[in-house]
């Protein structure tokens, strides 16, 4: 009897060691030819060469519009302060202009086999965490978009809002502090943390998997790392700017 429990516990280990992580492209597929961070292309670009999922990030303007842009200000301009009318005319590197996210989810329902990682940016106190995580959640179910979208976010009121809007939905979070025993306690069904954090917590990508969470790594590139998480027990899913580079390695 202890030989069988031992044998399981040795293929369950090997399970988990020899999965491969999932390839998720950070802001998109941006550094390919013709694409942006965060620009539809991008999105395209991550599904056309096979990556399992897509990040994005999402703020909320001060009129009430989600738009998909990575840093809080363009061009000098606060977004959570100016209307969409002031951002809609910026246009991102490959030409392209800021996408709403409703424009950004319409692409998504192009591209079904492609997992969408929706990142809730920390917006400026609960109130607007709040607006813009009940907006993502309504957004993405009425596009029919909830089975293939999971949520990230550094904001402990995103994470807690979304949960409880979206019971089903999966929520990661980001800011690195928590223990994978404290996220679970708190509902939440991942940790997405930076690699840094597994440094300096090798035990975490196990453990968390022991408490049934899914385990995301970010940002990973050049090869030495990519292969070195692509090898790490306990990690799901790998979120590069490179995921070119890291779908050559797994396929190695
Ligand atoms: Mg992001």
Redesign the pocket.
């Known amino acids: 009897m202890q030989r069988y429990f031992s044998s399981l516990l040795l293929t369950s280990f090997t399970l988990v060691c020899l999965a491969q992580p999932k390839v998720v492209a ?2 998109g597929y941006w550094a390919a030819e013709g694409s942006a961070q965060n620009s539809i292309a991008s999105l395209q670009k991550a599904a056309e060469i096979g990556c399992w999922g897509s ?3 999402v703020w909320l303007t001060a009129d009430g519009v989600p738009v998909v842009f ?1 840093d809080g200000t363009v061009e000098g301009i606060r977004i959570e302060d100016t209307t969409y009318a002031t951002l809609m005319n910026i246009r991102l590197k490959n030409g392209e202009f800021i996408p709403t996210l409703q424009q950004y989810l319409m692409e998504a329902q192009r591209w079904p086999d492609c997992r969408l990682i929706f ?1 809730v940016k920390p917006h400026r106190n609960a109130k607007r965490d709040y607006m813009i995580s009940e907006l993502a959640v309504e957004l993405v179910n009425m596009m029919g978009l909830d089975s293939r979208t999971d949520y ?1 976010s550094f904001s402990k009121n995103v994470c807690r809002r979304i949960h409880e809007l979206a019971p089903k939905a999966k929520v990661a979070y980001l800011n690195g502090e928590l223990s994978p025993r404290e996220v679970k306690e708190l509902g939440w069904t991942g940790i997405d943390y930076n690699m840094k954090v597994f440094d300096n917590h090798p035990d975490w990508a196990l453990e968390a998997k022991e408490h049934g969470l899914e385990v995301n790594v ?1 940002t990973v590139d050049g090869e030495e790392a990519l292969t070195r998480f692509a090898k790490m027990p306990g990690i799901d899913i790998i979120t590069t700017n490179e995921p070119e580079e890291l779908l050559r390695i797994m396929k190695e």
Do not use: M, S, V, Y
Request: net charge negative; charged share 45%; no cysteine.
């Open positions: 950070h802001r990040e994005f990030d990575h990142e990230i970010w």
